[in-house]
């Protein structure tokens, strides 16, 4: 009588199973995967396989693309400035053997940082991060900011947090 108990729970529960992957492969189920319906993408410096890093044209493929976030990285010029920049020396996106905060913005904004990803990104510029807000405003893209501290720095993470709050 044990074995017959069993075996009835058991095809019941087979039965049930069956009925609901009848379901759901004909569309009456819908079924709930949380994951999938929280799933975003993140664009790492912008569209970078496609477009020169941290650059402008890069978050603009980032979009282009669909993407959710844009993952950035943020440095301090020497004037105070907050620019978008994952090295901390300018020599291979903009050929320039500078670091980051010998230079003021000024001369940051003239370096062409396309060129060392192809030619036809000749001119492209190092963004500001205020600029970038407000293309990610703009745009409904959420950004993760990176800060890349070099110990000269003055007030780094102040000065973030002032352009993140201007800016919104």
Not at 29 to 45: D, G, K, L, P, S
Not at 60 to 70: P, R, S, T, V
Not at 79 to 85: A, E, K, L, T
């Given at each position: 009588m044990r074995y017959a108990a069993e075996g009835i729970l058991l095809l019941g529960a087979v039965v049930c199973?069956?009925?609901?992957?009848?379901g759901i492969y004909n569309h009456k189920?819908?079924?709930?995967?949380?994951?999938?319906?929280?799933?975003?993408?993140?664009?790492?410096?912008?569209a970078s396989a496609r477009y020169p890093e941290n650059t402008m044209a890069a978050f603009?493929?980032?979009?282009?693309?669909?993407?959710?976030?844009?993952e950035l990285d943020v440095q301090q010029s020497?004037?105070?400035?907050?620019?978008?920049?994952?090295d901390t020396?300018?020599?291979?996106?903009?050929?320039?053997?500078?670091?980051?905060?010998e230079m003021d913005y000024d001369e940051i904004k003239t370096l062409d940082v396309g060129s060392f990803f192809?030619?036809?990104f000749a001119g492209e510029r190092v963004p500001l991060l205020s600029e970038v807000i407000a293309f990610a405003k703009k745009n409904g893209i959420k950004l993760n900011i990176e800060m890349k501290p070099t110990g000269?720095?003055?007030e780094?993470?102040?000065?973030?947090?002032?352009?993140?709050a201007t800016d919104r």
């Open positions: 199973c069956c009925f609901y992957l009848y189920v819908n079924v709930q995967i949380e994951y999938v319906r929280t799933m975003e993408v993140t664009a790492h410096r912008g603009e493929g980032a979009k282009e693309l669909g993407a959710d976030w844009i020497r004037d105070g400035q907050i620019f978008v920049m994952h020396n300018f020599v291979r996106t903009a050929g320039v053997d500078s670091n980051t905060w192809d030619s036809s000269h720095e003055h780094f993470e102040q000065k973030v947090a002032e352009v993140i």
